[in-house]
């Protein structure tokens, strides 16, 4: 178990994805949240979290579950075709078994029943930060000398040298990590690393940022399978 300092340091770090429909209840608890993290984006229904969802870059969701145009539950099942892994905390009014039973497949950390406790929302918090650090999904360990921090977009080398990643490098970096026992194909880089850009990624433009981000680290961990693509090196 982690210390409550680390816990705390990695929870400002965390990309949180908070939904809710209820203004004052919205505003309080994005208040709240604000004490843990400044990373936080805020949706007023489940079709609205889900384009923010979609962007990118949310590492914990935390929602309610009535709302309009698209409940926590639904948004929660899409999200889940997506991402079976990703951290959701579930606020709700509900306690019967029969209300609850309707998420026993959507995979939630945990529930909080509205009122909001100020103790029970930064225990769960800890308890879901010490979860995303125990399966890699902060921190990734490359090779004896070299880790990746995914929610800063930091290589860290030998423990104490931090080298800090542009955001395509970081696109680029988080594609490796995600794929980290297999290969990533030309094809998928364009996908997830030009596409914010809206632009076409050439053979040029790829080895450029690939030479970049070498040439960041002494510790060699990128390597080519010709024609087809890139892998970490172990």
Do not use: C
Request: charged share 25%.
């Amino acid at each position: 178990m982690s210390s409550t300092k680390i816990l705390s340091q990695l929870l400002k770090n965390i990309q949180i994805l908070y939904v809710e429909d209820e203004l004052e209840t919205r505003d309080i608890i994005v208040e709240v949240l604000s004490a843990f993290t400044n990373n936080i984006k805020v949706a007023e229904n489940g079709k609205e979290a889900l384009e923010i969802y979609s962007q990118g870059g949310i590492q914990l969701i935390i929602t309610d579950i009535e709302m309009p145009v698209m409940d926590g539950i639904e948004f929660i099942e899409k999200v889940r075709e997506d991402d079976i892994l990703i951290p959701i905390i579930m606020l709700t009014a509900y306690t019967s078994t029969e209300y609850l039973l309707k998420t026993v497949n959507l995979n939630i950390q945990s529930y909080i029943v509205k009122p909001i406790n100020y103790t029970k929302l930064k225990s769960t918090l800890y308890s879901v930060v010490e979860y995303l650090n125990q399966t890699s999904n902060i921190y990734v360990h490359i090779n004896n000398e070299l880790s990746y921090d995914k929610s800063k977009g930091i290589l860290i080398e030998n423990k104490t040298k931090e080298i800090t990643l542009n955001k395509k490098e970081k696109t680029l970096m988080d594609l490796l990590v995600d794929s980290k026992n297999s290969l990533v194909t030309y094809s998928q880089i364009e996908h997830s690393v030009w596409f914010d850009y809206d632009e076409v990624m050439t053979d040029t433009a790829l080895r450029t940022v690939i030479k970049n981000l070498r040439k960041k680290s002494s510790i060699k961990f990128i390597e080519n399978v010709s024609g087809l693509g890139y892998k970490l090196s172990e």
